[in-house]
């Protein structure tokens, strides 16, 4: 499974690949692909993600802005579904910032050991949802140049 | 003198007696009265009467004998100073001297007390006898009071004694002592019972102990029964908790002990020590060691995870980097690191291990495992990498079950580390594995697993700490052989919780030695079943063992296998699918969460069951555990693999706890899942 991949172009070497995707994941789902040219399969998933992603981001907004009932707890399972997805694909960045999601809305810190606060949770989810739309964006424009989608 | 006595035979009347020295003129003293000499003459009282010049005038029939002299007529006329010289059986005369002058001179009566070196006691009385204001004579008696004198020197001795005891006994201050008479009522009360217990003698004494003692206490009729106890054996000792007048208890020491006189029960004393202070500091004492023995474990186990993530990152590099193109040199000094890094790896791992077993956290999974593949596995492993001068053998007894319930990972870890163990110690001869089916009742095997070895042996004063924790028998400073000494202990614990036991013997063919230990694996519901699968696994190991790509391996068992996908995110299930077909899986169901799943299972175990069901952990509507819970519970022994993105060590142990046969971390690494499925499926077609 070597990551360097002399047919297709190697995702790594578009800049901004680095750090916000992990090569050997990433090389996995294309090695599902049937035609190296086409790359119909791993397309399609990515493109899937992007409209996942939207999607998910939605959601959270709206819970975030909802500030009631269970908000907290849907936070956390929209974070661990988009993290599922993201982990699939190797996107690192987006990720790790949907773990975070995922241990605020439990009212735990960063790394999931420690308790916070309700209202410091609140201002935690509100920067890491922006910060991780912002990494999906970063890493959204590296995709569709590997895929040489130039609509936009 | 003695004829008038007898010769006459009426004795004058009393009163003429009294009369007698009233109708005497004043020289007349001395005359033959005859009751007058009587008196003198037979007084019992060794007797001197001295007229006032001290002359002896009359002389006892009784002082004559005391004093030993030959004839009275002797003494008689001679003066008093003369006879005290003279008279040798009569002790201290400078004193009978000083009485009598004494007498004399003060004209009242003298008495005085004389002890003499033999231990003798007289008393000496001087009575000087007066008329009409001037001196007549002085009556000396001598009463030998020896006797009397020794008891009253008993007395005093005995009456110090007791004072004594009383002074020690009031005074002391931390205990308390005090009597009870036979009914149990306080009689004596010592200032160490009124310091600790609170009560004045006033306020307590004629009350029953049991005062003392806790209501519960009261209602059990513990009082009576320590006193029925102090007098069926003599004496009564209880700990525990008394209560002082203020209501506060403390907790005591207290001894009960029945005093008799004369065979008579007089009462009873009772001694009761405080120990609250020793009892506190014991308690403190034991919390602090088990705080500390905690923090012990805990500490290792932090540790080891710390020390475990930063270097599984350094071997993962380490393998990277022996991909990478490198010399000779290089390539082998990076083999070096790679090893090295193995066995710290494992040295953490067992103190993990040890760390978790010592805090009671740990667990036994019950997967279905085949005893014979996971030694043959050991045995594979181990091969390749021994030295060519030890020859490896092993003996698996054919009646070994296929199939039973068991933890295989443990097991394994068991026989791994005895098997090297053995090779480690051994440099010529033989390692013998022998695995033996030991009992067999109708729920469980007995499996006896022996590592015979022909190497070093282990001394004979090194064989009781064998499975003790850190140690090795090889403790020099040039040590020999690695390792932590966690090992054994760790399978001792280890084969306990299998609920087997771990032993050693000397290799009884002389050099060497063997270490058994046994494991109770439960028996499988569906034996038969099994046993007739007997040929198709014959078949695949033909086949496996002819291959090598693991890849190839699993498209062979995935034909005709069914497999349940259970993801929730359509992104990973898509991704799934496509990497199950891309290993040669065709027919692969999906559920989008725990119920489908539970439900697809159920609803196909009658036509055409499923062989492996891939289950994700976090689902909505059913989470993955449950749901594996729930087909555990209907009693479908499906593979199910869990597939989780909160990879964390213990977690993952926890989900084969609850059912799961193995688990993979998201994202799914292809090379991994090919080694779980094909492990899975090939011990579903085993077993």
Redesign the interface.
């Known amino acids: 499974m070597s990551v360097s991949d002399d047919k297709g172009g190697d995702i790594m070497s578009i800049p901004g690949a680095e750090d916000t995707i992990?090569p050997a994941?990433f090389e996995?789902?294309l090695?599902?692909d049937e035609d190296e040219v086409e790359r119909e399969?791993s397309k399609?998933?990515v493109y899937?993600?992007f409209g996942?992603a939207d999607q998910t981001f939605k959601k959270m907004d709206k819970e975030l802005e909802k500030k009631e009932g269970k908000y907290l707890k849907e936070l956390s399972?929209l974070g661990?579904?988009l993290?599922?997805?993201s982990?699939?694909?190797?996107l690192t960045k987006v990720k790790d910032s949907c773990?975070k999601i995922q241990h605020y809305g439990q009212l735990k810190d960063d790394s999931g050991t420690k308790d916070i606060k309700e209202e410091e949770a609140q201002e935690k989810l509100a920067k890491i949802i922006k910060q991780a739309k912002t990494e999906f964006d970063e890493v959204k424009e590296v995709l569709k140049d590997f895929y040489k989608d130039d609509a936009e | 003198m003695a004829a008038p006595l007898g010769a006459s035979p009426t004795p004058p009347p009393p009163p003429t007696l009294v009369d007698i020295p009233l109708s005497k003129t004043e020289d007349d003293y001395a005359s033959n009265s005859l009751a007058y000499d009587d008196i003198v003459r037979f007084t019992p009282a060794p007797t001197l009467i001295l007229d006032a010049s001290l002359i002896v005038r009359h002389v006892s029939d009784s002082y004559v004998t005391v004093s030993a002299a030959s004839d009275r007529e002797k003494l008689v006329g001679r003066h008093a100073d003369d006879i005290f010289d003279i008279a040798v059986t009569l002790p201290a005369f400078a004193p009978a001297r000083k009485a009598v002058r004494a007498a004399r001179d003060t004209r009242r009566l003298h008495q005085m007390k004389i002890v003499t070196e033999t231990g003798d006691a007289w008393n000496l009385r001087a009575v000087p006898i007066m008329r009409h204001d001037s001196l007549r004579c002085v009556q000396m008696e001598f009463l030998n009071v020896t006797e009397e004198h020794q008891r009253q020197l008993e007395l005093i001795e005995r009456s110090y004694q007791n004072e004594t005891y009383r002074i020690l006994v009031e005074t002391v201050r931390d205990y308390a002592i005090f009597m009870l008479d036979p009914s149990g009522h306080i009689a004596t009360w010592n200032a160490g019972a009124q310091s600790f217990k609170g009560y004045t003698p006033a306020e307590i004494i004629g009350q029953h102990f049991s005062k003392f003692y806790s209501q519960e206490d009261r209602n059990n009729n513990k009082p009576a029964r320590e006193l029925r106890d102090a007098l069926s054996d003599g004496r009564c000792e209880d700990e525990g908790w008394r209560f002082r007048k203020d209501g506060s208890k403390f907790w005591a020491n207290v001894v009960i002990t029945p005093i008799y006189r004369d065979d008579v029960l007089l009462g009873f004393s009772k001694v009761t020590r405080d120990l609250t202070e020793r009892r506190k500091a014991e308690n403190s004492l034991i919390a602090a060691y088990e705080e500390a023995s905690k923090l012990k474990s805990e500490f290792l186990a932090n540790m080891s995870h710390e020390i475990r993530t930063p270097m599984h990152g350094m071997l993962s590099a380490l393998t990277l980097l022996l991909d990478t193109k490198l010399n000779d040199d290089q390539r082998e000094l990076t083999q070096v690191i790679q090893e090295s890094g193995d066995v710290l790896l494992q040295v953490i791992n067992d103190i993990l291990d040890y760390s978790k077993l010592a805090s009671g956290s740990f667990s036994i999974s019950h997967d279905i495992i085949s005893v014979p593949d996971i030694i043959q596995s050991v045995l594979r492993a181990h091969q390749a990498c021994h030295r060519p001068e030890v020859k490896l053998e092993s003996f698996l007894d054919p009646q070994l079950p296929r199939s039973a319930e068991g933890d295989s990972l443990r097991y394994r870890q068991i026989v791994q580390n005895l098997l090297s163990n053995a090779l480690k110690f051994t440099e010529t001869g033989y390692v013998r594995m022998i695995v033996r089916l030991k009992k067999e009742d109708e729920g469980y095997f007995t499996i006896l697993t022996e590592v015979v070895d022909s190497g070093i042996g282990v001394p004979a004063n090194g064989s009781n700490t064998l499975f003790t924790p850190f140690t090795q028998f090889d403790n020099s400073a040039t040590k020999r052989y690695k390792g932590t000494g966690l090992g054994l202990s760790i399978c001792k614990s280890l084969a306990e919780l299998m609920g087997g036991n771990i032993g050693f013997h000397p290799n009884p063919e002389g050099r060497g030695s063997v270490f058994w230990f046994t494991a109770k694996l439960k028996k499988c519901k569906q034996l038969k079943h099994i046993e007739n699968l007997q040929h198709s696994k014959e078949a695949l190991k033909i086949l496996t063992s002819t291959l090598v790509d693991p890849r190839e391996t699993l498209r062979l068992v995935a034909a005709n296998k069914r497999i349940l996908l259970a993801e929730d995110n359509l992104i990973n299930q898509k991704v799934m699918l496509r990497m199950l077909a891309g290993l040669g899986f065709d027919s692969v169901d999906t559920a989008l969460d725990g119920k489908q799943a539970v439900a697809k299972v159920t609803q196909e175990q009658e036509s055409a069951p499923y062989d492996l069901v891939l289950m994700d952990v976090n689902m909505p509507i059913q989470d993955g555990v449950s749901a594996t819970k729930e087909l555990r519970d209907k009693g479908l022994q499906v593979p199910v693999i869990a597939m989780t993105a909160n990879a964390l060590k213990g977690q993952a142990e926890s989900y084969i706890a609850k059912g799961m046969t193995g688990y993979i971390a998201k994202p799914v690494d292809r090379n991994l899942l090919v080694k779980l499925l094909l492990n899975c499926l090939k011990r579903k077609s085993d077993g």
């Open positions: 992990d994941t996995q789902i090695e599902m399969f399609s998933i899937d993600f996942q399972e661990h579904f993290k599922g997805s982990a699939t694909l190797g773990e």
